[in-house]
């Protein structure tokens, strides 16, 4: 029965409009389980031992398993949560800047900045605090369908993107997705792949498509029965490499490794659950 009302769930707000993004609604779905705390540091020790093997089966199915091509690029990875994308871009010679709005997604991948030395960043994706062209390639993974308005999404992610850089994701396949997902924040709904690509285009991007994924069977073939698809465009005009610029300060907080932009809107939840976090890490000495 319950997963029967998670797909109802899940279809009455695909057909409805979508509110605007709330950080509280997020905050409310990922609060902080003292139980999860081990399990999260153990994930991160294990990607580690595995050579961070399921972090390159995504950047295998975003199309990014390149060496030559990520070597020195600059990468910003929005809605990071755990970060094994982010670790698996690193080990593949990008720099790379995984940002996520939730400190109990991201906490124990900054405190791994000896082994993989990510900037992590506790930021909003509708108001990032980087200059224009700060990026070269911008990275989401399963992310976009948590925000809206879209229109203001992409049209952030091309502000922070240098001239022909490019935008890649991955998202959950509706028809799937609807099936097999669970209970989710209130942020959250499938997106139709073209409702995605419309919109990367009307904010400014070029060459905006959509494939589909089965990113365990490393095939397409299934096409929308596959569980997930990818979507990828780029801000127009000829390459320029991207340099990074700060519009406000980025300030350490009490978690090792991480960072909170001073200008988040919703820094004083950050704040206290980077508190909450702070004081279970320590009882549990991990990290």
């Known amino acids: 029965m319950s997963r029967i009302h998670d797909w109802a769930e899940n279809l009455r707000r695909m057909m409805q409009p979508r509110p605007t993004w709330r950080a509280e609604a997020e905050y409310d779905y990922y609060q902080v389980d003292p139980s999860q705390l081990a399990a999260q540091w153990d ?23 390149d060496r030559e091509r990520l070597a020195g690029l600059r990468v910003l990875e929005i809605g990071a949560g755990e970060c094994m994308a982010s670790q698996a871009l690193h080990q593949l010679g990008a ?13 124990a991948a900054a405190a791994q900045k000896r082994q993989t030395p990510l900037h992590c960043l506790i930021g909003d994706a509708l108001d990032l605090p980087f200059a224009p062209g700060s990026f070269d390639l911008v990275v989401a993974n399963l992310v976009i369908h948590h925000v809206r308005p879209l229109s203001r999404l992409f049209g952030e992610l091309v502000r922070v993107l240098a001239p022909g850089g490019q935008l890649v994701a991955l998202e959950p396949a509706p028809l799937v997705g609807l099936l097999v997902h669970d209970r989710t924040s209130d942020n959250e709904a499938p ?11 009307q904010a400014g991007f070029a060459d905006a498509a959509s494939s589909y994924q089965w990113v365990r069977l490393r095939t397409a073939r299934l096409g929308p029965l596959s569980p997930s698809y990818r979507v990828s465009a780029r ?27 001073e200008g988040c809107s919703f820094g004083t939840l950050a704040t206290a659950q980077i508190a909450t976090l702070a004081e279970l890490v320590a009882q549990q000495r991990l990290g």
């Open 43 to 65: 994930r991160q020790k294990l990607w580690q031992r595995q050579g961070q093997l399921g972090g390159l089966l995504l950047c295998d199915a975003l199309g990014l398993c």
């Open 235 to 261: 801000k127009p005009g000829p390459v320029v490499k991207a340099q990074l610029g700060l519009l406000r300060q980025l300030v350490p907080s009490r978690l090792e490794g991480l960072l909170v932009d």
């Open 95 to 107: 720099e790379v800047w995984a940002v996520d709005a939730v400190p109990k997604q991201i906490w």
């Open 191 to 201: 997106l139709w792949p073209q409702t995605v690509v419309q919109a990367l285009t």
